[in-house]
């Protein structure tokens, strides 16, 4: 039988870091095209979104065995094992993102050619921006260990929710307004909140990937306003 | 320094048996009261459930950190590797059910004292209470190592996702009616489309755990239609 060249711990854990890497950008791909599909009924760049998801499911299963298979090999200890676990953690919040660009572009064909304002349009675009910022952002500072440099990806996190409060307001005037749009919108509105669930994600990635630099919680920077509470809050106006 | 006795790997494996099922039941414990707790504009109910949330968080940790210490203690091969690792994975699954309910809770009060129609609350009972039974049912299939079993909760999938399709529509239907229920109405809808996808969780569990127990693949029942393909095939109607 022929004998695998075993390859160092460190390779293994290189390649962990390769295959993180590509299911990020293909996924932060994914988030782009959908927007994109979403906002000029592109129904067919919609459909190749939805394929690629494939892709990015493989990739995770690759690193998912390799992952397991290190751990059970070579038996790491603390900080070697909550680098690969966490490895496995990050992997499965990207695959995540992914099922989120995929469950936009499905939208693509239920909203059709119904008119989307510029403003809506360009609220929506600048949402898919900053969440495609984060999302590349994420991976790459992990990838080059600069913990330092996630904390501010939890921060820029607000500044998405806050888009979404914005976005869901505008829909629910479209809405008030012209009763024809409100299937459309309700779709729109799901968009929306697929685009700031990725956010999520994002920040998930950013905790995991802090513990796993430094042993160290992310640190927690002002405490986050969820959609419900900003809305009751301001209820009255 | 004090020697821990060294459990057997059997007992180890039930107790994450053990973990996996308490959190499973507090988890359908959330579902059942977040949808009471909607259903009767009961606020302190949903408060009581978004705090659960917390423990059901807690128990994933500690289920996480018995399955990897698992693994690199005792480097299983093969069968038992398949059946730690699944763990993790519905553990997962079954944290972001507890999520889901906690998202409810914390629409109860955005929905407020809308009235909700009998028709339409009912609606939303039935859906909840399959989805409930689902949750209840896929661990307790898992644990008592009925691989057969597993299989109708696949099925059972797509009733659900007829009930929240059922629902999506009776919803537009009230916001073309009265535009003063369009905010509480998206709320519900973001709540129906919430239990629709802890739906999709079971199924991914069942599907985890069909694999651990017999090595082979779900089988595919027939063919996923999901909203979005089964609204577009309906659309001029």
Redesign the interface.
């Given at each position: 039988m022929a004998q695998h060249i075993v390859s160092s711990f460190d390779e293994e854990l290189r390649q962990l870091d390769q295959l993180l890497r590509e299911m990020d950008e293909l996924s932060g791909s994914m988030i782009r095209r959908a927007t994109q599909a979403l906002l000029e009924a592109d129904v067919e760049l919609a459909q190749k979104v939805v394929t690629d998801d494939r892709e990015v499911d493989a990739k995770q299963r690759d690193l998912?065995d390799r992952a397991?298979t290190l751990?059970?090999?070579r038996?790491?200890?603390a900080q070697d094992?909550r680098l690969v676990?966490g490895t496995i953690r990050m992997a499965?919040d990207i695959e995540r993102i992914g099922d989120l660009a995929k469950n936009i572009a499905?939208?693509v064909?239920?909203v059709g050619q119904t008119p989307i304002s510029p403003e809506l349009s360009a609220s929506i675009q600048s949402m898919s921006d900053l969440v495609l910022k984060q999302v590349d952002a994420v991976i790459e500072h992990y990838v080059a260990r600069r913990p330092e440099d996630l904390v501010e990806l939890r921060d820029n996190d607000e500044k998405i929710d806050i888009f979404y409060t914005s976005i869901?307001r505008e829909l629910?005037t479209y809405?008030?307004e012209d009763?024809r749009k409100?299937?459309a919108c309700?779709h729109l509105?799901?968009c929306a909140?697929n685009l700031e669930r990725v956010g999520d994600h994002v920040t998930n990635i950013a905790e995991n990937a802090y513990y796993i630099l430094t042993g160290q919680q992310l640190p927690v920077g002002r405490p986050k306003q969820?959609e419900?509470s900003r809305?009751?809050s301001t209820k009255g106006s």
């Amino acid at each position: 039988m022929a004998q695998h060249i075993v390859s160092s711990f460190d390779e293994e854990l290189r390649q962990l870091d390769q295959l993180l890497r590509e299911m990020d950008e293909l996924s932060g791909s994914m988030i782009r095209r959908a927007t994109q599909a979403l906002l000029e009924a592109d129904v067919e760049l919609a459909q190749k979104v939805v394929t690629d998801d494939r892709e990015v499911d493989a990739k995770q299963r690759d690193l998912d065995d390799r992952a397991v298979t290190l751990i059970a090999r070579r038996q790491p200890m603390a900080q070697d094992l909550r680098l690969v676990v966490g490895t496995i953690r990050m992997a499965a919040d990207i695959e995540r993102i992914g099922d989120l660009a995929k469950n936009i572009a499905k939208r693509v064909g239920a909203v059709g050619q119904t008119p989307i304002s510029p403003e809506l349009s360009a609220s929506i675009q600048s949402m898919s921006d900053l969440v495609l910022k984060q999302v590349d952002a994420v991976i790459e500072h992990y990838v080059a260990r600069r913990p330092e440099d996630l904390v501010e990806l939890r921060d820029n996190d607000e500044k998405i929710d806050i888009f979404y409060t914005s976005i869901f307001r505008e829909l629910l005037t479209y809405m008030m307004e012209d009763p024809r749009k409100i299937t459309a919108c309700t779709h729109l509105l799901f968009c929306a909140k697929n685009l700031e669930r990725v956010g999520d994600h994002v920040t998930n990635i950013a905790e995991n990937a802090y513990y796993i630099l430094t042993g160290q919680q992310l640190p927690v920077g002002r405490p986050k306003q969820d959609e419900l509470s900003r809305m009751e809050s301001t209820k009255g106006s």
